[in-house]
């Protein structure tokens, strides 16, 4: 109950197209949904991140879609350029207390977009 | 404005030796993470700490010890490196409720 599936493992998409990258819960106590992007060599970087009680976030060309009742979210990147390909992780943490057991990542999308 | 620093980088063990990695943070932090990433997979918790002299296993405790006698310090130790070592640790913070903060890695292989 624990785990966050994420899909599709990579993904590869042109220059100016739309990357989407899925993930799924099951724990309905889970309230805080963050996205972190790595490069290689690096450690991941939260890039955004939703709170339930949204059904859409945006901040630039990232958006989050959130569907409470489906416990699914997912990550959309507009106008997809080569300086955004990179490793993308989902995570789902529960409260306050977000450490632990309670705090927990997708397995990740290898992102690469085409020039 | 150091936010989590790790070192080393890069370090190579020979099968049984011993080393520490080494994490600080600098933004008063309670809460500090040892993850390891093996190549083309994700991140697996080793330890982590709610405070000063409070540690707790994660997922793949196993080899692995840490200590927490301050809040900016979290080092993880291994013991008698082994090949199934050779990954990439990251150690990371937060504070209560937020978002977790990344340190560089340290990149081990153990031979």
């Known amino acids: 109950q624990q785990q966050v599936k994420q899909s599709p493992q990579s993904l590869i998409v042109q220059k100016g197209g739309i990357s989407i990258i899925n993930c799924a819960y099951e724990?309905?106590?889970?309230?805080?949904f963050p996205w972190y992007q790595q490069f290689p060599g690096k450690g991941p970087a939260l890039l955004i991140a939703i709170r339930p009680d949204v059904s859409e976030k945006k901040e630039g060309r990232f958006t989050i879609s959130f569907n409470k009742s489906a416990k699914q979210f997912s990550l959309h990147i507009m106008d997809s350029q080569p300086g955004d390909s990179a490793t993308y992780f989902c995570a789902a943490s529960m409260g306050r207390d977000n450490y632990g057991q309670n705090f927990v990542f997708g397995p990740g999308t290898r992102l690469s977009v085409l020039p | 404005n150091a936010g989590v620093t790790q070192t080393p980088k890069f370090r190579i063990l020979k099968i049984g030796q011993s080393m520490t990695l080494q994490c600080a943070q600098d933004m008063n932090h309670n809460y500090m993470y040892w993850y390891r990433q093996d190549p083309g997979m994700g991140l697996k918790l080793i330890y982590y700490?709610?405070?000063?002299?409070?540690?707790d296993k994660g997922e793949v405790p196993n080899g692995y010890n840490v200590s927490r006698s301050t809040t900016e310090d979290f080092p993880l130790r291994l013991e008698l490196a082994a090949p199934s070592q050779t990954s990439v640790y990251f150690c990371?913070?937060?504070?209560?409720?937020?978002?977790?903060?990344f340190g560089s890695g340290t990149r081990l292989t153990v031979v």
């Open positions: 724990n309905t106590a889970f309230d805080y």
């Open positions: 700490s709610v405070g000063a002299g409070i540690t």
């Open positions: 990371a913070s937060s504070s209560r409720g937020g978002g977790y903060t």
